[in-house]
């Protein structure tokens, strides 16, 4: 299946602006809440105030004397719903359970009933009028909760095992130098700017449902699943999406409530959460906790590497991240082990978030990989260069592909690293101290099953259809310069539709997966088109006219079906489904991997302890670079992550409440334009003719993995101050002993 991937020299495609640009800037871009309904009524969220326990009573009299007020769901009314399997079992659901199934409560802010009237006004007045009761019962919040219960994750999902290579314990004992710490990582919440919403309508047995969604096929299947209806009768739309991140990649509680209203109503409902709501009707990043361990010789070879992990997850549901898979593949490790737990508490399931394994096992690892640099008093760059693999030592399987060490090369001489003084608290300009640090970046190149279909006019004019989704990241631009590539047609001439499940099932927008994958659908539809005609990419429109005319038709139309190589279902069948088979990373005959290296500098004021962040150069290499504008948007942004990371963002846990306390956006820390200086991203050239058709291995998450490590690195280089737990934050500086 796979096949040479021929572009320009450097394997970068053309940096043109977003197809969608216009439509944007202008608003004529159609977001879900956007769409008009006619008729529609309203529905505002009742969630509950307590994170454990039942409610006793509930008072609907002022509620329903709402003027436009129609109608109160609660567990009491609440016509029948089926439970759907969880998106992490290959199911669609953020959690299993439907919303209003009985009396109790799991988790603060959970719904506990749906208020619906002539008016978004009244719907919301009557749900803050509605008097719920409730007998409270002690939740447990987080680590160290009273009642929280620890499982390890094997136990859980006994499919998952930890990576183990050698006598790690073994090897820790004989090694010459050893680091040994522990990091955590506190829970954070996706906060896109579009809100969460849904809006249902019934015709006659069909129903359409407009809601942000990052695999409008899932939304399609799991909501058929809760109805109890055929998938046939339900539509889901999704044109654009104002941010996912994963929070909209399952199937979240809500919708199936307002379908129910909107068949029980016989008319549209339209719901839009509160940005507060959003905290807890959707997953999230949950908090972790690392106890990493590295053996290594005295000239800096590594001996070992013991990672154990802690997780919390809802007692209701087992969500967990990938533990330590992916970093395990990061360097020569000739000894792995590694324990991965689950600490279930009162709280909403999580979910994926933006590199959501990676961004916390690397953390710790880039953490503790600076901790050894500075132990044996080797360079940190060198150090990782000198432990560089071309394999991933746990499954002995050779990378596709793997340019760290140009990335290290040409980001550290932008950055001029070489001028460094190793000694901590060393550079300073006046007041200042100034740290400089690095880390690796990296994330597993995945593919899921898709199917595109591509049409092709004699006119020249080609339009490309599938339910993929575009999160603001540029996928409409790429897709259409793909097809552009493949038939050599220019780009005004191509026309690209997504996100409805009237198209074929492109690929879901998560785990990196959607640009390689649908660009490798759509070389193979593009291919099969041009057979049909006996054409090249290079046929003038002589040639074109002439190829049409020996058919004798006016259009020729393939569809593309992409099955990723060595797939567990090896067919398209199951994203009919909604159900992708994510293939690639550290499983198949070899390892995919893109990668990436980070450097930054920060200053922290001498007496006030003020932490910025003036400079970072990011350089990676991820195979093909469609658009390299749209992918340096896209590193860019992780990078600005990786800094939220790392000094501002943090979910605040009432521990005697089970609340969240920060949850709206003037709380609730991220950069602003202030925070954010010079940002240099740098595109490495690197081709992969095995990862996938299109060699392609998608930036979407890899930005902000590590960037918190290079930080937390740089504020060791400037303080010699070593913070653990993020975020790095003022106080932490001031709380450690201090000689600054
Ligand atoms: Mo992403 S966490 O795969 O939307």
Known sequence: MNEAVQVSNANMGQPVPRYDGWLKVTGAARYTSDTPVTDAAYAYLVTSAVARGRITAFDETATRAVPGVLDVMTHRNRPPLNPIKMFIEGGQGLMSAPALESADIHHEGEIVAMVLADSYEAAREGGQRLVVRYDRAEPAATFDSPGADEQLLSDVVPAKADPRLGDAEAALADAAVV???????????????????????????????FEPSQIVYGLKEGLAIQLGIAPERIRAVSHFVGGGFGAKAAVTQRTALVALAARTLRRPVKLVLTRDQGFTLSGNRQESRHHVRIGASRDGRITAYHHDIWEVTARTDAWFNAGIDHSAAMYRFPAV?????????????????????????????????????????????????????????VTGKPFTSRSLVSCYEQASAAFAWPDRDPRPRSMRDGEWLIGWGCATAMYPTLTVNCVVRVRYDVDGSVIVQFAGHDLGTGAYTVFQQEAALRLGVPLARIKVEMGDTRLPPGPLAGGSTGSATGCSAIAIACAAILKRLGLTADADDEARTAAFARLAV?????????????SATGSTASAYRGSPDFTGGVHGAKTMFAFGAQFVEVRIHARTHEIRVPRVVGAYAAGRILNPRTA?????GGLIWGISSALHEATEIDRREARYVNDNLAEYLIPVCADIRDIKV???????????????????????????????????????????DLPITIDKLLQRPSDI
């Not at 919440?189 to 359409?208: K, M, Q, V």
């Not at 006016?554 to 060595?566: L, R, T």
């Not at 340096?632 to 860019?636: A, F, V």
Request: proline letters at 5%.
């Open 337 to 393: 082990a590694s324990t991965a737990r689950l600490v279930r508490v009162d709280r909403q399931v999580p979910m994926a978030m933006r590199a959501p394994s990676e961004v916390q096992s690397m953390f710790a690892l880039e953490s503790a990989m600076d901790e050894m640099a500075v132990a044996l008093g080797m360079d940190p760059m060198a150090f990782r260069l000198l432990n560089e693999t071309d394999r991933n030592m």
């Open 682 to 724: 740098m595109l490495v050239p690197e081709v992969d003719t095995e990862c996938n058709p299109a060699g392609v291995k998608g930036v979407g998450e890899l930005g902000c993995v590590g960037t918190a490590a290079a930080i937390a690195n740089a504020v060791f280089h400037a303080t010699g101050k070593r913070i653990r």
């Open 554 to 566: 006016g259009s020729v139309e393939e569809q593309g079906d992409y099955a990723p190589a060595g």
């Open 632 to 636: 340096r948007s896209q590193l860019m």
């Open 179 to 209: 680091i040994d710490a522990r990091y955590e990582t506190p829970p954070q919440h996706h906060n896109a700017i579009e809100l969460f919403s849904t809006t249902a309508r019934w015709d006659d047995d069909e129903l359409t449902v």
